[in-house]
């Protein structure tokens, strides 16, 4: 499974668009770029995914390079309960459908 | 309706017991899982069914058991428990393999 690389932290302004970078610098043709997000005391909480294009629904939009070996999740108007670990997460439909976390990004956002 | 309910959300026991996580997803998804989240946050797949079949046993202690009564439910045993088995465990379901995943609140299950 393709490793991914995300900062430890990052802060941001209620109200202003948080941009969370992801590293998937070895994925593989048949793999997807998946986001999930775990407030703190919950279970994990699926954002959104992709493959190739950008994606956008209620939550969030995924912007995915051409080369695929980066993507970045915006939370376009982050508010305080977006406080949370985001997971970026490469996963083959080939793997009986696990999920592979990773350390994922504690994004704060300060009032 | 909670759609991933587990039980019990906290649990704490001695060194040596057996104890029973239970699961249950009313989505009509075919799909379970179990995830086990350690101290350092780190969050690990333990197991796998799909349709009642395990798919996926990730290297896991044989102590711990996964039951599958029916495709609405995956339960997990512990027998003997250790002080290392302390962790919250996630209960998570999917339409299929290749869906995304829903999950329950957790279970934190405390050795002594």
């Known amino acids: 499974d393709a490793k991914t690389t995300q900062p430890p932290s990052m802060d941001c302004a209620e109200g202003r668009a948080a941009n969370l970078p992801c590293n998937h610098s070895?994925?593989?043709?048949?793999?997807?770029v998946y986001w999930y997000r775990q407030i703190h005391s919950q279970g994990p909480q699926y954002i959104i995914h992709?493959?190739?294009n950008n994606e956008t629904n209620e939550m969030a939009s995924l912007i995915i390079t051409e080369d695929r070996k980066s993507s970045t999740l915006i939370l376009p108007h982050a508010t305080l309960r977006d406080t949370a670990v985001y997971y970026c997460i490469v996963r083959s439909y080939n793997q009986g459908g696990k999920l592979i976390f990773g350390q994922g990004t504690e994004l704060s956002v300060k009032p | 309706d909670t759609a991933v309910s587990q039980t019990p959300k906290y649990l704490v026991t001695q060194m040596g017991n057996d104890k029973s996580i239970k699961c249950e997803q009313n989505l009509g998804h075919d799909t379970m899982y179990w995830y086990k989240q350690d101290s350092k946050k780190f969050l690990k797949i333990m197991f796998s069914?799909?349709?009642?079949?395990?798919?996926i046993n990730e290297t896991v202690p044989n102590r711990f058991s996964p039951k599958s009564p029916d495709k609405a439910h995956l339960n997990l045993h512990i027998n003997s428990l250790e002080l290392g088995d302390s962790a919250v465990y996630f209960c998570a379901s999917s339409l299929a393999t290749n869906e995304k995943l829903f999950f329950g609140s957790g279970t934190q299950l405390s050795v002594l």
């Open positions: 069914y799909n349709n009642k079949e395990l798919i």
């Open positions: 070895t994925i593989s043709g048949n793999e997807y």
């Open positions: 992709g493959l190739k």
